[in-house]
């Protein structure tokens, strides 16, 4: 196998895999050599394999340290590295060693997780945003009219909020619940299309005007965007988030979003394409990682109405519909990931010296 110079490793869930792997596609794009690697790779294997890391991971300090080991035998292999990392709350400071602060360099996915991080000591050196892939992005789109009519001809529905979220507590889908079951009682052909996997852990989805798809981690990545695409909407009822990618990619493909006015997502979202739901509340919840999850608190009736506001403007106001439709195209591509991932060169200046 040729040495390439880049090695993107991460976990393999969906959400990391697709981080990932947009990373390594980007550098490839833009004219250096890279590879994707969703296990870790031991430093014996490393230095045939890749002259420079990008390891991205989620910063639970319970389950951080392995990742960070792995960083530090690569720099002692002489193949700089840096650690690429998203939070959703308040790392448990107990948890955190010393050598992980001062052996690793981190970069932060917004610039919400670089205050969390620096909250608990861990310095940060920059923040890095996600992208969106917009060559699958066009392949995305192809058809997108016609598959956006079956969808709404399958739902019986004149407009769909849909959302793409683990049924983890902290994703909101019980608020979801609440939310689709006020609407219902005024715009019953307004439908909540949830795109998910129900994990024994995970929330129950009741509610005659909630569809249900639990092809969650099934679906090719062409063919999630496609179904985001098809949305009306995109609904985001979560509480915490390191970042939201869903959200960057439903405006890639021309949908607005409804969603918390909290960081990260207002620093991904624009006002002219997103309705903003109130938050009336912060609060740090210990659900057994090591992470206190900041839950970012809104009333349902709240979110409800928000949906309510813009299911008016599709149904009686076309031509502000379709505006915002544009300004969420344009918002997404401030983030295409030949913008953002290519921040990621430049960090090596300082990296060659680990």
């Known amino acids: 196998m040729v040495k390439v110079e880049f090695g993107v ?13 947009d990373i390594a596609y980007a550098l490839n794009k833009l004219g250096h050599s890279a590879r994707y690697y969703s296990y870790q ?21 319970t389950y951080v340290g392995n990742w960070c080991l792995m960083a530090t035998e690569y720099c002692k292999a002489r193949i700089p590295t840096i650690m690429y990392v998203t939070v959703e709350g308040v790392p448990k400071k107990r948890y955190i060693k010393d050598w992980i602060v001062s052996e690793c360099m981190y970069y932060a996915v917004s610039e919400y997780v670089k205050e969390m991080l620096e909250k608990v000591g861990v310095p940060v050196i920059d923040t890095i945003y996600h992208g969106v892939n917009f ?34 507590p902290r994703k909101g889908l019980k608020m979801l619940t609440h939310v689709a079951n006020l609407v219902a009682e005024e715009i019953p052909d307004a439908k909540f299309y949830v795109f998910t996997k129900i994990t024994p852990a995970g929330q129950v989805l009741t509610g005659k005007n909630i569809i249900v798809d639990q092809r969650f981690g099934k679906l090719t990545r062409d063919e999630v965007l496609s179904l985001i695409g098809s949305f009306d909407y995109y609904l985001c009822p979560s509480h915490a988030e390191g970042f939201g990618l869903p959200l960057l990619e439903a405006n890639a493909m021309g949908v607005p979003v409804i969603c918390g006015e909290y960081k990260p997502l207002t620093e991904i979202t624009s006002p002219k394409s997103t309705l903003y739901v109130p938050i009336y509340g912060v609060e740090e ?36 519909y379709q505006q915002m439709c ?7 591509k401030k983030f295409d990931i030949l913008k953002t991932y290519s921040k990621f060169i430049r960090c090596f200046s300082s990296a060659d010296s680990p």
């Open 135 to 168: 060559d699958d992005v066009r392949k995305a789109k192809e058809n997108i009219s016609f598959k956006k009519k079956l969808l709404h001809s399958k739902v019986n529905a004149k407009v769909i909020f849909g959302t793409v979220s683990s049924s983890l």
């Open 41 to 61: 790779v031991p430093y014996y294997d490393a230095k045939k394999l890749f002259s420079k890391a990008i390891v991205f991971i989620p910063f639970d300090p």
């Open 285 to 320: 919840r210990d659900d057994g990682y090591g992470i206190l999850f900041t839950y970012h608190l809104y009333n349902a009736d709240d979110m409800a109405e928000k949906v309510k506001e813009a299911y008016e403007i599709y149904m009686s106001n076309q031509e502000k």
């Open 326 to 332: 544009r300004d969420a195209e344009e918002n997404a």
């Open 9 to 21: 490793i991460s976990g393999y869930v969906p959400s990391l895999r697709t981080v990932g792997m």
